[in-house]
């Protein structure tokens, strides 16, 4: 995805760089310094004490496995749970960028992709937000039960799939406008804070049902009339497009937004048909089945026959008959339901997958179908 930008760039540190003092001095100030050494002897001394360190802990199959250093609630019903996470040494965590997410590998087995929403200038810590969703999967019922602070959480990323991209590579993109339904903010907070570092003319605008349920509205205060807040209880109906949108949606607009899925649809469906309009977006869940047509699939270590509807995705119909079928994003960009297809003609609609990996009979069977009557996977 291409994203606006103008403006200064950004020098970001050189991996192992040390950062200038808060006095401009080019060592890291004495005071830091100890407080760091404190803290990360408390998060070892956590790490021992919660971390069972068994070889055949889930996460210890994962190259990356960073400890909960802080636990915090950042909305006021308290359904919202704010985590920091670093390495247990405090090394330099892989650089990102906004709108970027990494996957979790939590202590179960589930995985679950959450945005990072801290600050991309910070090597050593990621920042995320999981609102609980009682009756969901069950990834946010164990991020808000079982990552206490001190445990270890299997991490791989950060990756991009809604990115906005470094100042000066977009010069026809005059202003941009954030749309954030709830738990949607997340990506969206560093992409305004960017926005207004980098001097771009930007609004947002961030709607849910209670001022009470929506998450970071104190670091958002800072930035003004830039930011308007929308709630249903005090506006007493749904947003329109029009609540949503610049009052004149016009050529060299970037519009990002991210949230529930009739939100994005109402978006979409306003800036369609509106010429040099960019439209970004990241759903909270897989956009429905398109053009779907029913086959079968047989799941070659069981002999099992698994019927496809029209109107299902693969992943739901094996789900099914195998729960621990893995996946994650269901929108065919994380290749966690990759499986390999033996015999029958594979329908692709992923953006992941190189011609190579198709070639050889990879399919993601969150998004994708079949051209044939019949798939034989290997799961």
């Keep these: 995805m291409n994203a606006p930008a103008a403006g200064r760039s950004r020098r970001w540190p050189a991996p192992g760089e040390i ?26 001394w956590l790490v021992t004490l919660h971390g069972d360190g068994r070889r055949d802990n889930p996460i210890d199959e994962y190259k990356t496995r960073l400890v909960v250093t802080v636990r915090t609630t950042v909305a006021g019903d308290s359904d919202v749970v704010g985590l920091e996470l670093r390495a247990p040494d405090w090394s330099d965590l892989a650089r990102w960028y906004p709108g970027a997410h990494i996957d979790l590998h939590l202590p179960s087995g589930r995985i679950r992709q959450y945005s990072l929403c801290g600050d991309p200038a910070d090597r050593r810590c990621y920042r995320i937000a999981v609102r609980r969703i009682p009756d969901g999967t069950g990834g946010s019922n164990e991020v808000h039960d079982d990552l206490p602070v001190g445990a270890l959480v299997g991490v791989r990323g950060p990756r991009n799939a809604f990115g906005f991209v470094e100042p000066g590579r977009s010069t026809h993109v005059e202003r941009v ?20 570092r980098t001097g771009l003319n930007w609004t947002l605008v961030y709607v849910g049902r209670e001022r009470r349920t929506l998450p970071f509205l104190d670091e958002l205060t800072r930035f003004g009339d830039r930011v308007t807040i929308r709630t249903d209880d005090e506006c007493g109906a749904l947003p329109t497009a029009d609540d949503l949108l610049p009052p004149n949606v016009r050529s060299g607009d970037a519009i990002y937004c991210c949230g529930p899925v009739p939100m994005m649809d109402l978006i979409a469906a306003r800036v369609r048909s509106e010429p040099g309009v960019e439209l970004h977006a990241e759903r909270f869940s897989a956009a429905p089945v398109v053009d779907g047509r029913p086959f079968r699939i047989r799941l070659a270590r069981t002999g099992r026959i698994v019927d496809v509807a029209a109107d299902r995705t693969a992943l739901d119909a094996v789900l099914g008959v195998d729960p621990r079928t893995p996946y994650s994003c269901r929108q065919g960009f994380c290749g966690t339901c990759a499986v390999h297809v033996s015999d029958g003609e594979i329908d692709h609609r992923d953006n992941l997958l190189t011609q190579e990996e198709r070639d050889a009979g990879t399919m993601l069977l969150c998004v994708s179908r079949a051209h044939s009557p019949d798939l034989t996977v290997t799961t």
């Design 19 to 44: 950062p200038v003092g808060l006095r401009g001095g080019t060592r890291p100030d004495s005071i830091l310094r100890i407080l760091e050494a404190a803290i990360s002897a408390r998060v070892r």
């Design 177 to 196: 406008h954030f749309v954030a339904g709830g738990i949607g903010i997340t990506p969206i907070l560093p992409m305004v804070r960017e926005a207004e």
